[in-house]
Nanobody
Framework: QVQLVESGGGLVQAGGSLRLSCAASGSIFNIYRMGWYRQAPGKQRELVASIASGRSTNYADFVKGRFTISRDNAKNMVYLQMNSLQPEDTAVYYC????????WGQGTQVTVSS
């Protein structure tokens, strides 16, 4: 099964930007839709954004206009560009298929200070 490794998180001030990367150990070409999820302390994991193999995208209302998801099937990579970050965006971010059926990676921590 495809293994997922997320990276690119860190500590950033409110209004700042980060670019997250998700590297898949196998081909994601046949995975129709890939997504980025996040889980804040004490909250359930939630879908942030998803992208189909045809590049159509969907975003949760709370990130629309701020986050951009992209994928590179040739490199087996999925990205999440996050701009105008806010403290409420603080969470561990994960990638997975959408709906999720792959084994979860370790995620990457994003912390936004006010």
């Amino acid at each position: 099964q495809v293994q997922l490794v997320e990276s690119g998180g860190g500590l950033v001030q409110a209004g700042g930007s980060l670019r997250l990367s998700c590297a898949a150990s196998g081909s994601i070409f046949n995975i129709y839709r890939m997504g980025w999820y996040r889980q804040a302390p004490g909250k359930q994991r939630e879908l942030v954004a998803s992208i189909a193999s045809g590049r159509s995208t969907n975003y949760a209302d709370f990130v629309k206009g701020r986050f951009t998801i992209s994928r590179d099937n040739a490199k087996n990579m999925v990205y999440l560009q996050m701009n105008s970050l806010q403290p409420e965006d603080t969470a561990v971010y994960y990638c997975n298929a959408s709906p999720s059926y792959l084994t979860w990676g370790q995620g990457t921590q994003v912390t936004v200070s006010s």
